[in-house]
Nanobody, 125 residues
Framework: VQLQAFGGGLVQAGGSLRLSCAAS????????MGWFRQAPGKEREFVSG????????SYADSVKGRFTISRDNAKNTLYLQMNSLKPEDTAVYYC???????????????????WGQGTLVTVSS
């Protein structure tokens, strides 16, 4: 299984970025997927998750209303649209897949087995 996250960069506060995660080696359309982030000196935290069909989503309170997760199962790609970015959103962002297909959208890192390499998002004030 390979997950490749990209789309990070440097943006001013209030700006937007769109992250993408290309998946291979798994039947992408059967897996819930998640985005996590890790800031320097902090634990990895859940950002957002989406069900296998895209009909259900879950967000951390800190990003609700600003970030939107989506997926294109035909392209085996996961997205995270990030708007109204804040300096506290600065982190390395990871896409992740759980170890098996299922209906649940896990919110803890321990429930995910496959991880992308991460893409750095830096928001300047």
């Amino acid at each position: 299984v390979q997950l490749q996250a990209f789309g990070g960069g440097l943006v001013q506060a209030g700006g937007s970025l769109r992250l993408s995660c290309a998946a291979s080696g798994l039947t992408f359309s059967r897996y819930s997927m998640g985005w996590f982030r890790q800031a320097p000196g902090k634990e990895r935290e859940f950002v957002s998750g989406i069900s296998w069909g895209g009909g259900r989503t879950s967000y951390a309170d800190s990003v609700k209303g600003r970030f939107t997760i989506s997926r294109d199962n035909a392209k085996n790609t996961l997205y995270l649209q990030m708007n109204s970015l804040k300096p506290e959103d600065t982190a390395v962002y990871y896409c992740a897949a759980p170890g098996s297909p299922g209906l649940a959208i896990p919110r803890t890192p321990y429930d995910y087995v496959y991880w992308g390499q991460g893409t750095l998002v830096t928001v300047s004030s």
